[in-house]
């Protein structure tokens, strides 16, 4: 994501129909300690290859994986496509510089270019330094007998979250448009870091108050407190909705860590 002239010759070579722009530093509290390869990979990651599609004249529809981060801590609930961006982390800034460059790309080279506005969207393939997995795997480890305590940081942050491989079904949904246009994708339920914890630790039988610590190296210098979408633009024209519930979401997560831990 950081030369140019590779992803060039790549979009020269492949001739893609469709290009779904995923790569990214993607954690959030890292983008303090890094913010300058955050906002490198990030946020000209996008502009290089929206620049390598004018350049070459390929005829790709693209996507770009947009962020609910980059409503930040906005006052306005639940967020839509029309809600103010308030980044609250370098990587959220980064998000926003992308999302504003494909739409300039749309408007300036008449190139399909949709932001998809994903609101946090979760499975057994989420990285293991990401909340909903840390909380997952520990709740494996601990039911296990390996582990005493899982550590975490703000337990009162509100999320929205999903089952990513339906998140996955409204990003191509969007490319099949006969028109661009940029959508935010959510479940409008949102739930507290507190409650995942509860449900996770719930459904192997734990009680997660003798499990969990605290610990302040989790928090971020600014936190985004809380985040629900309104998808009410993708189910009118996209014909989108989520299916996975917000417990069988934790539960499908949960399961997953304690199978790979039994086969190991």
Known sequence: MTDGSSINRLMEKVVPDEVYHLAAQSHVRVSFDIPEYTGDVTGLGALRILDAIKETKVKAKFYQASSSEMFGDTTLV?????????PCSPYACAKVYAYHLT???REAYGIFACNGILFNHESPRRGETFVTRK???G????????DKHLYLG????KRDWGYAPEYVDAMWRMLQQKKPDDYVIATGESRTVREFVEAAFGHVGLDWKKHVRIDPRYYRPTEVSYLLGDASKARRALKWKPKTTFRELVRLMVDAEVSALSKN
């Not at 639940?78 to 308030?86: D, G, I, M, R």
């Open 139 to 146: 709740v494996a480890r601990i039911k296990a007998g390996l």
């Open 154 to 157: 703000n337990l009162e942050a």
């Open 103 to 105: 739409i300039n790309y």
């Open 78 to 86: 639940p967020q839509t496509e029309k809600t103010p961006f308030h």
């Open 135 to 137: 909380i997952a795997r």
